[in-house]
């Protein structure tokens, strides 16, 4: 279910919806229910599941992404898509592993995206304010 606050001609109004199905909607507005139907089906979207990403980017994982760190470098990705609220890193930077080097906002939450390995940061791909979308990369440790 997601909830939405709109203000429509200074008016406030809660809006939930409940269930999506085709071009019905399921909402409630200020705790009274409706059914609406929109113009086009709305297809949902898979929900990102915040931990699945964390737990390959460790343990197993990490041996081969260090061998190919000397290569290309490391990349620090997005799990979710959302906005950048702030960039931590320059270019040059000595980073170390778990580091925050992003924030980024996504689902109304505010999310630190930590290198994953150390070393010096070759590249910043995003700055204040852009949108990325999942697995977009945000920066290149070298």
Same mark, same amino acid.
């Given at each position: 279910?997601k909830?939405?606050k709109?203000?429509i001609n200074g ?22 229910n ?26 197993p ?10 290569a ?10 959302? &906005?950048?609220?702030? #960039?931590? +890193?320059?270019? !040059? *930077?000595a %980073?170390?592993?778990g580091?925050?080097? @992003? ?5 109304k ?10 070393g &010096?940061?070759?590249? #910043?791909? +995003?700055?204040? !304010? *852009?949108? %990325? ?5 945000? @920066?290149?440790?070298?």
């Amino acid at each position: 279910m997601k909830n939405y606050k709109l203000k429509i001609n200074g008016n406030d109004y809660n809006v939930d919806i409940n269930e999506v199905e085709g071009q019905e909607v399921k909402l409630s507005v200020n705790g009274a229910n409706y059914v609406v139907t929109v113009d086009k089906e709305i297809k949902q979207q898979k929900k990102p599941v915040v931990s699945t990403p964390r737990p390959q980017a460790t343990a197993p994982a990490a041996a081969p992404k260090a061998s190919s760190a000397a290569a290309a470098g490391a990349k620090v990705t997005t799990p979710l898509p959302g &906005t950048i609220l702030d #960039v931590y +890193v320059n270019v !040059g *930077d000595a %980073v170390k592993a778990g580091q925050t080097v @992003v924030l980024l906002e996504a689902m109304k939450m505010e999310n630190n995206i930590e290198a994953d390995t150390a070393g &010096t940061v070759k590249e #910043v791909k +995003v700055r204040k !304010g *852009d949108s %990325v979308l999942e697995g977009d990369v945000l @920066v290149v440790i070298g």
